[in-house]
């Protein structure tokens, strides 16, 4: 495999520590994080050339699926806000949107 000297973005945002705690305690996803990740632009990567920071992913590709995964999360953690007997207070959701809205902006950035 060629050298890749871009950073890329984890396709499933499994870094966002954030947002974690809350996704974890909305669908009960595992905790545990294997050595080589999904990229946003397809590929095969280690975790450790990805990055949760929009400023550090080089990659164009993962910068433009950064911003619309984190627009995507942001509505659904609102969506989910509102079922009945959601596990999330509005304050956990307005603030988990808030921080997804936040970050698919800064990865339109630059
Ligand atoms: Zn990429």
Known sequence: MAADPHIHIDARLGGQAASRAVLASAFGLAADLPPTVRSGCGLEVARA???VRPESVTCLTCREFGAEAHE???AQVESLG???G???TPAQVHEAAAHHRDLARRFTRG
């Open 82 to 84: 509102v079922l009945p």
């Open 49 to 51: 050339m990805t990055s």
């Open 86 to 88: 959601s596990p999330l």
């Open 72 to 74: 995507r999360l942001a």
